[in-house]
């Protein structure tokens, strides 16, 4: 069982997850609109590896015996300078999704909730991971450039990058 602080902080990541799920896809649509299918194929994987978090998340509070909550969910941002601008957005948002993830990881500590911690182990090495991969995105986008063919180059290789990751086990 999960005590109540540890429920009202899981469910909160619960409703981060769906909003990182839309705000990805909001993007992706971004992309579509200015023509950039690779960076939008990376970005729909992306809004979907999100939900797949979320259901980790609703899943294991569910059978904690608590229940998952849904709450209200913010409107992702929709505009964008260029496609720089998008990936420094998400390179933000992870880092702070870290954040949040490390301060419910100190609770389940502080708790001595040594279930809920250990069940936020695959949260902590999945937010590594994602920061390295958008951060080493970024630096592609700062050597490459985004102007004239620059551009057609970072869409191909960001699209490859989604082509050629590796499927992200479902939730359990
Ligand atoms: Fe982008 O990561 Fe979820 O947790």
């Not at 902080?9 to 649509?29: A, D, G, H, T, W």
């Not at 904690?64 to 390179?91: C, H, W």
Request: proline content about 3%; some cysteine.
């Amino acid at each position: 069982m999960i005590s109540k602080k540890l429920t009202t902080l899981l469910n909160k990541q619960i409703n981060l997850e769906f909003y990182s799920s839309n705000l990805y896809l909001q993007m992706r649509s971004w992309c579509d609109a200015n023509s950039l299918d690779g960076c939008g194929r990376f970005l729909q994987q992306h809004a979907d590896e999100e939900m797949q978090h979320m259901n980790r998340l609703f899943n294991y509070v569910n059978e904690a015996g608590s229940m998952a909550l849904i709450g209200a969910i913010d409107e992702p941002r929709s505009d964008y300078k260029n496609v720089q601008e998008v990936f420094e957005a998400t390179f933000e948002h992870e880092c702070q999704i870290t954040k949040e993830i490390n301060m419910l990881v100190k609770a389940a500590y502080d708790e001595a909730d040594f279930s809920t911690f250990n069940f936020l182990q695959w949260y902590v090495a999945e937010q590594h991971e994602e920061e390295h991969l958008i951060g080493s995105i970024l630096d592609k986008i700062k050597m490459i450039g985004i102007e004239g063919k620059g551009l057609y180059f970072i869409d191909k290789e960001i699209g490859g990058i989604a082509d050629n990751r590796p499927e992200e086990p479902p939730a359990p």
